[in-house]
Every structure is written in C-alpha cells, then in structure tokens.
C-alpha cells in the first residue's frame, strides 16, 4: 500500500502542485490519478520515488517512510513508465529491459535472461531484443518501457501517461497487455493520463485533482460515474456518463434464448430474421425472409458477442443489429442463442439503478437521496444514474 498523509509541494516560484494530500493507494491495485492539466498528477506520481521531494507531509510504500530510504536504492524497487518509453537510444532493446537487474548486480546473463522472459511477457517477438528503440514502433517502444519497469520484479508500479503518444488502436492493445499482465503480476500501480475512458477501464479506483492540487474525490469508477461528489468531477467525467458505466458490466449475466437460424423454427422465433451460420455454427449474417429477394438476399452484418463483451457494446450492438438481436457465441466463436434489444435494454437500467444504490450505500445516503440517518442532502439528491 502507498499512503500519503497531508502531503503538500510548494515550488519556490510559489506554485502550490499538491495541497495536503491524504490518499491510500491499496496494495495489488490499479490507481488512476486524472485532472486538468497543472493540477499535480505528475508531481504526486513522482513524490512516491522522490524524483520530486514534498514540502511536508509523508508518503510510505509498504509501510516504509520513503523520505528515510536511500532515494537510488528506493527507485530500484518501484518500476517507472514515461511517454515516450524514454529508452537509451545506445543501447539494444534487451540491455534497456536489463537497465535495473544490472543495477541490482545479477551479472551479465542472468539480467539477459529475464530481460529475454519480459521481451515474451509484453508481447515483443524475441528477435526485437537485437534491435534499437528507433528501430521499433511507438507501440512496441513503450511495450519495451513497461518490460524495463518490471524487470526486477518491483511491487510498484508508477505509470505517467505511458499510452499518452500512440493511436487509438494500440492504446486499446497496450490497455488490454497490461490488464492482462496485472491479473497475473498484481502490481501496485499508480497510473496518470487525461483520458477518462482509460481511466474508466484500466483504474480499481480513480483520483480526481482539481487545479492547486486539490484531491476532490477518490473511488471506484463504477461509483464515481453514478454519484460525482462535485459539478467539477461531473464535468470531468463528460456527458455520457451512463454509457460509460455500461462499459463496466458485461453480457455474462444476461439471459439468452434460442436462435432464429433454419434449423431451429418457430422455437427461435426471429420474426422475419434468420441468423445464418456456418457449418461450424458461426453466426454469418442476418437474412430477411420477407425481402424481395427471399433466399438469395445478400445477409446484413452480424457482430456475435462473447460473454465478456461490455453492455455498452452490446446496447451498440442491439441498435445496429437488423433484428433488434443480439447474437451470443461461446469461446469459440460458435452460436449459443440471441439476446432481445429489449432484454439489453432492461439490463442497462437496472444495472444504472444498482450503481447508484452502491455509490449511495457507500456516501451513507439512501438511493433516493435522503441520508440513512433520514435527514435530507440536497447535494447527494442529483444521484444521477
Ligand atoms: N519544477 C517546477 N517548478 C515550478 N513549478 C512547477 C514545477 N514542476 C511543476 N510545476 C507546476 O506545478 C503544477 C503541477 O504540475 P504537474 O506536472 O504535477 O501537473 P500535471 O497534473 O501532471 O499536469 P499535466 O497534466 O499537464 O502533465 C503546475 O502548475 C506546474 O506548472
């Protein structure tokens, strides 16, 4: 765990960065710190490995005041990950990915070695260690980033907009790595972007800031969606807010019923839709019994959803769908039945009307927005959900 107790930073030109700070930043967890610009992420992120000293206060990792550790020493144990990768351009890919095990004194092989296991571990080809950074793309240089910050297996993991420089598309891959490499590695990672939606899917708890380094509120993102303590973190989180809570929940616990293919009849009524597989049983397309050119209707888009798909895709999916239908596959793409764009539908409600009994649960208020002690709080009465 990471604590900061009332921990301030002044610069001596007189800006205030961070204003008495207390947060806890569970073990094993993913902390996201988000806010407008200027408002102090960095400079908290960079107080945990004293890369910047605090004007008072005082932040412990694991229990350990890291003001009385030796600062190189302490930086050894916590993995740090930049924009940019920020690699040693003279160096190979694997000698960047060994920096810290060398460090450390494991001696030459043995820090290959496990530079050679991250290279694999982050989804690098293994002849990618021979290569130069420049000789890499921007995705795989901050793959290379995180394979360094891991390499002597630290508990804490600090991450400063480490996605920030890539497109769209690789972001949502690096996303997906290091979620999949934190179910395995259980890090303690502190994370800094200002892109909510990465926030929303990478963070177990997100840290608002406010300009003058004021923490506004700390939570779960599913709480913070259905009840932001303030306008500010309401602005800040965006208009869509109910959408993005959708983001959370996924299929796996909405029913489903037959499908309308050939084969199945009336027991998969489908109305005038057909849903045509291929042999294997993968959904094909939808096929319009009722078009003018009966069977030989070109088939209209399917996009078969797997349990562990969002509602949110699944609402996209039960707008665009012909049929008003969603279709479910198993792990191997094959068709176990349809959901009904009603059913998705009820789904999103009542999944809206649980985050906002849990964040309310959470601030000691009744859903309705009356405190459980039964006294009124106009401010919690806008539970939006
Ligand atoms: N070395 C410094 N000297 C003076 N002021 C500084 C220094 N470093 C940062 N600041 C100021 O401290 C405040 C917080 O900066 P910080 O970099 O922590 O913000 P941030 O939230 O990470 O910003 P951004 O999102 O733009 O990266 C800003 O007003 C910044 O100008």
Not at 1 to 11: P, Q
Not at 60 to 71: C, F, I, L, T
Request: a negative charge.
């Amino acid at each position: 765990m990471i604590s900061f107790n009332r921990v301030s930073k002044h610069y001596p030109n007189g800006t205030t960065a961070v204003d008495d700070l207390d947060l806890e930043l569970p073990e094993g967890g993913i902390t996201v710190l988000v806010g407008s610009s200027g408002c102090g992420k960095t400079t908290t992120l960079r107080m945990v490995n004293r890369m910047v000293e605090p004007s008072s206060g005082t932040i412990s990792v694991g229990g350990r005041d890291v003001q009385r550790a030796d600062a190189a020493e302490l930086r050894r144990g916590i993995g740090y990950v930049i924009q940019q990768a920020g690699l040693f351009p003279h160096r190979t890919v694997l000698d960047n990915i060994a920096t810290v095990p060398l460090l450390l004194g494991w001696g030459r092989r043995k820090a290959r070695a496990r530079a050679a296991e991250l290279l694999e571990l982050v989804g690098l080809p293994a002849d990618a260690g021979k290569r130069y950074p420049h000789q890499l793309s921007g995705g795989q240089q901050q793959r290379v980033g995180v394979a360094r910050a891991l390499a002597a297996d630290p508990p804490v993991l600090l991450m400063d907009e480490p996605f920030g420089a890539v497109d769209p598309v690789v972001r949502t891959q690096l996303q997906n790595e290091l979620l999949r490499l934190q179910s395995e590695l259980r890090k303690t990672v502190v994370f800094v972007t200002h892109d909510i939606d990465e926030a929303v899917r990478l963070g177990d708890r997100i840290a608002v800031f406010r300009t003058g380094g004021h923490l506004v509120q700390c939570a779960p993102p599913a709480e913070l969606l259905a009840d932001p303590a303030d306008d500010f973190v309401a602005g800040f989180l965006g208009a869509e807010r109910g959408l993005k809570l959708l983001s959370l929940s996924t299929l796996a616990d909405v029913p489903q019923r037959p499908a309308p293919t050939e084969e199945a009849g009336p027991k998969g009524a489908g109305g005038r839709w057909r849903l045509v597989t291929s042999e294997r049983g993968e959904p094909l397309g939808w096929r319009d019994t009722e078009g003018p050119q009966g069977d030989r209707a070109p088939l209209l888009p399917v996009r078969p959803l797997r349990d562990g798909d969002s509602l949110l895709t699944a609402l996209d999916e039960s707008i665009a769908s012909p049929a008003g239908l969603v279709a479910r596959v198993d792990a191997d793409g094959v068709l176990t039945g349809v959901t009904d764009r009603e059913l998705i539908h009820e789904h999103a409600g009542r999944r809206h009307a649980e985050a906002a009994r849990t964040a309310a649960a959470a601030n000691g208020t009744a859903a309705d927005g009356t405190a459980t002690d039964g006294t009124a709080t106009p401010q919690d009465a806008g539970v939006t959900a």
